[in-house]
């Protein structure tokens, strides 16, 4: 039983910055072409699910262009059609809902930027990524990877210092 002199609860968001900005504009979205207040509708479900859907191409992009840095055109094509079409991927995202793409494809892309030692960059999509979903920090372990193998190290600590300024600023 609450009293009189119990605090009130908090209302706290359970959810990284940058997927709240996520959340808010489909949010508006829905508001706009939408009166009713049912969630489980097609134009909510496909409003909610864009984003994921825009990861899961991403994806498939970074996925190719992580191929095109060692093999043929031909890898790099089957690899986009593999990666898109990988039902791991968009039937979590079109029937689920699911956002881990949303996740996926900065961080591939970080991965790319990292394979081509553009530190700055891959920084900044690691951050981009930290900023969507918690999951992100499991990609510390990459960075402290290219730590070990990599040259300069001033490059790759600016990077990952890059990427923590993003979350802060977010």
């Known amino acids: 039983c609450l009293s009189a002199r119990a605090p009130r609860p908090s209302v706290r968001c359970a959810y990284p910055p940058l997927s709240?900005?996520?959340f808010y504009v489909s949010?508006?979205?829905f508001r706009a072409v939408s009166a009713e207040?049912?969630?489980?509708?097609a134009s909510s479900q496909l409003l909610f699910s864009v984003w994921g859907i825009a990861g899961d191409l991403l994806v498939a992009?970074?996925?190719a262009a992580v191929v095109g840095l060692y093999r043929r055109e031909l890898a790099r094509r089957i690899t986009y059609a593999v990666a898109l079409?990988?039902?791991p991927?968009?039937?979590?995202t079109a029937?689920?809902?699911?956002?881990?793409?949303?996740?996926l494809a900065p961080a591939i892309w970080m991965l790319y930027y990292m394979l081509r030692q553009r530190w700055l960059a891959a920084g900044l999509l690691w951050g981009l990524a930290l900023g969507l979903k918690p999951q992100a920090i499991l990609f510390a372990p990459v960075w402290a990877f290219a730590m070990?193998?990599?040259r300069p190290r001033i490059q790759i600590v600016l990077g990952a210092v890059a990427g923590a300024a993003v979350l802060f600023v977010a």
């Open 37 to 41: 207040r049912l969630i489980n509708t």
């Open 95 to 103: 029937v689920w809902g699911q956002t881990d793409s949303v996740l």
């Open 20 to 22: 709240v900005y996520l």
């Open 61 to 63: 992009a970074g996925c």
């Open 148 to 150: 070990l193998t990599s």
């Open 27 to 29: 949010g508006l979205a």
């Open 85 to 87: 079409f990988a039902p």
């Open 89 to 92: 991927l968009w039937w979590d």
